[in-house]
């Protein structure tokens, strides 16, 4: 579920809702100044930090809205005092989500929303599957390409997936910025994947499941190609290997995630295109 989707489904379920911004930082805090989370009495969407902090405001913010108040600010010190070790202080601004205070919040989501890089990840198999679904959870847009519609339907619910009969395709025509994660059932598909994902100067990552012996037999294919030796150097393979020589599906995609983020991260900070994250969200913060 997109952020914006998530934003839509928490106020269908929580009409009255508190917006919780961080409207002032000093020192040291789980969260940066401008920071938000809305609270309903059924449920909060985003958050501020979690922590001692975070259960005060939410506390705040129910009894706002038991008592039909819209408004109040709390001036919290992170110390001893609620029982955190922060050191710093923080103000927080609780206001009423009127029209005016969603539509505000809205347009805050849907500008992170497309902001978000996009990261394919080719194959539904055992990696593919978990990966997306640890994916789905962070601030990037995820999408499986397979050209097996029975490994597509194992997929989790709300996984956004494409069968594509030629996948290397998809990489020609991605987003500026977007990030390739090869894992089929076919290696020499895999290559020809790779191949396109090589060929585009814009991606942070392009990564591929496998051995040594994998890489060099795509290195001795790639450069028969008259690809370039700078460009192989790019490829990671294999993904999530992090040293630990674990093959569960599970532990490689997990630190194959934690691979993608960096290197995404990395990109955004030499592009310059880095926005501090103010946390309100299912796949992305606010």
Known sequence: MSASAAFEAFFAANPDAIACELTSVRGSSPREQGTCMLVGMGAIFGTIGGGALEYMVIEHARRLIAEGRAEEVMDVPLGPEIGQCCGGRVTVTLRYADDVVRREVMARVMAEDGSAASVYVFGAGHVGRVLAQILSLLPVKVEVIDTRQDELDRLPP????????????????????????????????????????????????????????????????????????????????????????????????????????????????????????????VTSGF
């Not at 290696?187 to 585009?200: S, T």
């Not at 992090?242 to 569960?248: W, Y």
Request: with cysteine; charged share 20%.
């Open 158 to 281: 709300g996984i956004p997936h494409r069968r594509v009969a030629m996948p290397e395709a998809v990489v020609r025509s991605a987003p500026v910025g977007s990030a390739y994660v090869i894992l089929t059932h076919d290696h020499a598909l895999d290559f020809l994947i790779a191949n396109e994902a090589l060929g585009r100067s814009d991606c942070p990552y392009v990564g591929m499941v496998g051995s040594r012996t994998k890489r060099a037999k795509f290195a001795s294919w790639y450069m028969e190609q008259g690809g370039d030796r700078v460009d192989l150097d790019r490829l990671i393979l294999p993904i999530g290997a992090q040293g630990l020589g674990d093959k569960r599906p599970s532990v490689i995609a997990a630190l194959a995630a934690a691979e993608i983020m960096v290197h995404i991260g990395a990109r955004e900070v030499s592009v310059g295109q880095v926005s501090t994250p103010k946390g309100l969200g």
